[in-house]
């Protein structure tokens, strides 16, 4: 089992910053992938940025020159820094974790920009 747990949203206005953190326990392998989705009511959850354990990413389109994924090994935590925001970035924001134990989630956080 791996517990995740997001911190760090909020409201922002369009063209500001947030950082969200999520922290990892548990059974956590040394191979794995950590990711950041975003779901909006009445939508599937989406893919916003992943991140391997061996520091590799990926990006939505749509957020690429703006959202920077990172993580700490050490912490066993993953960061997504938002920058330059836009009202379209709106929506509950998902930790996930796909390890050698499962696929796992966190309870999401919510972000708001405003325009």
């Known amino acids: 089992q791996v517990h995740l747990v997001e911190s760090g949203g909020g409201l922002v206005q369009a063209g500001g910053s947030l950082r969200l953190s999520c922290v990892a326990s548990?059974?956590?392998?040394?191979?794995?992938?950590m990711a950041w989705h975003r779901q909006v009511p009445g939508h599937e959850r989406e893919r916003v940025a992943m991140?391997?354990?061996?520091?590799?990413?990926a990006y939505k389109d749509s957020v690429k020159g703006r959202f920077t994924i990172s993580r700490d090994n050490a912490k066993n935590m993953v960061y997504l820094q938002m920058d330059f925001m836009k009202p379209e970035d709106t929506g509950v924001y998902y930790c996930n974790f796909i390890g050698g134990s499962g696929n796992y989630w966190g309870q999401g956080t919510q972000v708001t920009v405003s325009s």
């Open positions: 548990g059974d956590i392998s040394s191979l794995n992938v």
């Open positions: 991140i391997g354990s061996g520091g590799s990413t």
